[in-house]
T-cell receptor
Framework: RKEVEQDPGPFNVPEGATVAFNCTYS??????FFWYRQDCRKEPKLLMS???SGNEDGRFTAQLNRASQYISLLIRDSKLSDSATYLC??????????FGTGTRLLVSP | EAQVTQNPRYLITVTGKKLTVTCSQN?????MSWYRQDPGLGLRQIYY???????DKGDVPEGYKVSRKEKRNFPLILESPSPNQTSLYFC???FGAGVYEQYFGPGTRLTVT
């Protein structure tokens, strides 16, 4: 089983839609969690950290479910500019940040 | 401007010809690492460094070398590149080994023929 798994998508949604992605992780000792955004073949950029209590940043909400070992990212009121690949990353505690393969989102007019 | 820079951005080379990809950061970060990104495999860590003269293997270190002689620089060396090292490479840095935001360089697209 992969350490971090994501549905590759693509998720095709119209503008204004709400879309959610999940990311599962296998190491129950994982300590910290992140969502990164990557535009086509450019560098990943941190979108948000994921806290135990969940956190929100504008249209984006991240949640952590330790019992089921997954994190989620919810995007409300999708914009065309949200089209990108979303990578989850999990710090396993061994000085290593493990990335998922990414979920591609396409927002159409 | 706080940034991670990589050079070259694009490189086409031949099997066996030694090459170095440079990485530099201006944020005084202690922790630096190299990743390669391949379709369907995602980002995989090649090597990381927790400080000057301290380096360690990541998940896919075979065929690569690194050095960390100065805090700001972390070059990736391919002594004898092979076609299976054709990939998109990212250098990254963060303040320390703990839970800090990781900043990525713009990437180096390497093709080995």
């Amino acid at each position: 089983r992969k350490e971090v798994e994501q549905d590759p998508g693509p998720f095709n949604v119209p503008e204004g839609a709400t879309v959610a992605f999940n990311c599962t992780y296998s190491n129950s000792a994982s300590q910290s969690f992140f969502w990164y955004r990557q535009d086509c073949r450019k560098e990943p950029k941190l979108l948000m950290s994921v806290y135990s209590s969940g956190n929100e940043d504008g249209r984006f909400t991240a949640q952590l479910n330790r019992a089921s070992q997954y994190i989620s990212l919810l995007i409300r009121d999708s914009k065309l500019s949200d089209s990108a690949t979303y990578l989850c990353a999990v710090n396993t505690g061994f000085q290593k940040l493990v990335f998922g393969t990414g979920t591609r989102l396409l927002v159409s007019p | 401007e706080a940034q991670v820079t990589q050079n070259p951005r694009y490189l086409i080379t031949v099997t066996g010809k030694k090459l170095t990809v440079t990485c530099s950061q201006n944020m005084n970060h202690e922790y630096m690492s190299w990743y390669r990104q391949d379709p369907g495999l995602g980002l995989r860590q090649i090597y990381y460094s927790m400080n000057v003269e301290v380096t360690d293997k990541g998940d896919v270190p075979e065929g690569y070398k690194v050095s960390r002689k100065e805090k700001r620089n972390f070059p990736l060396i391919l002594e004898s590149p092979s076609p299976n090292q054709t990939s998109l490479y990212f250098c990254a840095s963060k303040f320390g080994a703990g839970v800090y935001e990781q900043y990525f360089g713009p990437g180096t697209r390497l093709t080995v023929t």
